[in-house]
């Protein structure tokens, strides 16, 4: 979602149980899923696992997957923080009661290989244009770059960060080692996008109203 700027640190977390989960298990847990390295050219660097995912790119009903359940206890400690901060933001206190409790529509674990970097885009679609994408360093030894508009620096470990998806963003691992993320994108019902509230300030946003503007290259100037 986009909003005015481009990295905004949200908290901090303790992310060690996590992380030492993801240690001990093998290689086998980022090749189960391998499709979107197939599919996506950015993405050829990139590992994934999927813990709350649907390739539909829906933005209701998330699916839990089964990787999920393995790392849940560890997990759900990181994913309340995120969701405390949007359920007390004033925004998700305003929205709550006539549209409900927000919700995660997708978290994965995204592993960057060692030398590996995702070229510079902006993220499109429906989905991605509506939900606040949350990115939280689980390994990460300080030499991987995250570049999102004007703005570069070092994500650290257990820190959580909102990038503003909508501007062009960029990952350099420079790290002889990988570097793992948690990314997790999280929905306020009924919060619109920027384009939707200035082109239509009395309607509501919909796949189908915000198709012109979800789909675009560039970012919109609304919030500039
Ligand atoms: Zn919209
Ligand atoms: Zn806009």
Same mark, same amino acid.
């Given at each position: 979602m986009?909003? #005015?700027?481009?990295?905004?640190?949200?908290?901090?977390?303790?992310?060690?149980?996590?992380?030492?989960?993801?240690?001990?298990?093998?290689?086998?847990?980022?090749?189960?899923?391998?499709?979107?390295?197939?599919?996506?050219?950015?993405?050829?660097?990139?590992?994934? =696992?999927?813990?709350? /995912?649907?390739?539909?790119g829906r933005h209701q009903n998330?699916?839990?997957?089964?990787?999920?359940?393995?790392?849940?206890? =560890?997990?759900?400690?990181?994913?309340?923080?995120?969701?405390?901060?949007?359920?007390?933001?004033?925004?998700?206190?305003?929205?709550?009661? #006539?549209n409900?409790?927000?919700?995660?529509i997708?978290?994965?674990?995204?592993?960057?290989?060692?030398?590996?970097?995702?070229?510079?885009?902006?993220?499109?679609g429906f989905s991605l244009m509506h939900a606040?994408? =949350?990115?939280?360093?689980?390994?990460?030894?300080?030499?991987?770059?995250?570049?999102?508009?004007?703005?570069?620096?070092?994500?650290?470990?257990?820190?959580?960060?909102?990038?503003?998806?909508?501007?062009?963003?960029? =990952?350099?691992?420079?790290?002889?080692? /990988?570097?793992?993320?948690?990314?997790?994108?999280?929905v306020i019902a009924g919060e619109r996008c920027c384009c939707g509230k200035?082109l239509r300030p009395k309607g509501s946003c919909s796949p189908k109203e915000c198709h012109d503007t979800d789909w675009?290259?560039?970012?919109?100037?609304?919030?500039?």
């Amino acid at each position: 979602m986009n909003f #005015k700027g481009e990295l905004k640190k949200l908290g901090t977390c303790n992310v060690a149980p996590l992380r030492e989960r993801i240690l001990s298990k093998g290689d086998e847990l980022w090749t189960r899923s391998t499709w979107r390295q197939e599919k996506f050219p950015a993405h050829t660097y990139t590992q994934a =696992v999927d813990l709350v /995912f649907d390739r539909d790119g829906r933005h209701q009903n998330p699916t839990t997957q089964e990787p999920f359940y393995e790392f849940e206890d =560890v997990l759900q400690p990181v994913l309340a923080k995120v969701a405390n901060h949007y359920n007390n933001s004033p925004t998700g206190r305003r929205l709550k009661k #006539k549209n409900g409790s927000g919700y995660f529509i997708r978290v994965i674990f995204a592993k960057l290989l060692p030398g590996g970097s995702i070229p510079p885009h902006g993220d499109d679609g429906f989905s991605l244009m509506h939900a606040h994408r =949350v990115h939280i360093p689980i390994i990460s030894d300080g030499k991987s770059m995250f570049t999102c508009g004007e703005s570069s620096r070092v994500l650290g470990e257990g820190e959580i960060w909102e990038i503003n998806n909508r501007k062009t963003h960029a =990952v350099q691992n420079d790290s002889e080692n /990988f570097r793992v993320h948690v990314i997790a994108d999280w929905v306020i019902a009924g919060e619109r996008c920027c384009c939707g509230k200035r082109l239509r300030p009395k309607g509501s946003c919909s796949p189908k109203e915000c198709h012109d503007t979800d789909w675009v290259d560039q970012c919109c100037t609304c919030l500039d």
